[in-house]
Nanobody, 124 residues
Framework: QVQLVESGGGLVQAGDSLRLSCAAS????????MGWFRQAPGKEREFVAT????????NYSGSVKGRFTISRDNVKNTVSLQMNNLKPEDTAVYYC?????????????????WGQGAQVTVSS
């Protein structure tokens, strides 16, 4: 069982930066690929970024590539999402997720554990 707790959400203006963090409870954290997803009101949950268990491989959605950076610290059992040049369309609840496996994935179906979500609101 893996428990995930997100932090760092908030209200910012377009062009600002924000950093989300996710703390994981599992001792086996270093064996889990991790991902960030988001869900805007009235829309389906969508992929944002993912990172392999050792942090060596990352993948981003086209809408955030070049602006967001995913990273992890396997000593502190945390995964972070640095978000720069935020846009109003980035407004959503952001979820941290963990999968049983080394390799990253863009699919929500591949993730077994989810955090409670953190609200990010970007005003224009």
């Amino acid at each position: 069982q893996v428990q995930l707790v997100e932090s760092g959400g908030g209200l910012v203006q377009a062009g600002d930066s924000l950093r989300l963090s996710c703390a994981a409870s599992a001792r086996s954290f270093s064996g889990n690929a991790m991902g960030w997803f988001r869900q805007a009101p009235g829309k389906e949950r969508e992929f944002v970024a993912t990172i392999s268990a050792n942090g060596g491989t990352t993948n981003y959605s086209g809408s955030v590539k070049g602006r967001f950076t995913i990273s992890r610290d396997n000593v502190k059992n945390t995964v972070s999402l640095q978000m720069n040049n935020l846009k109003p369309e980035d407004t959503a609840v952001y979820y941290c997720a963990a999968r049983r496996g080394f390799w990253p994935s863009r699919s929500t179906n591949d993730y077994a554990y989810w955090g409670q979500g953190a609200q990010v609101t970007v005003s224009s």
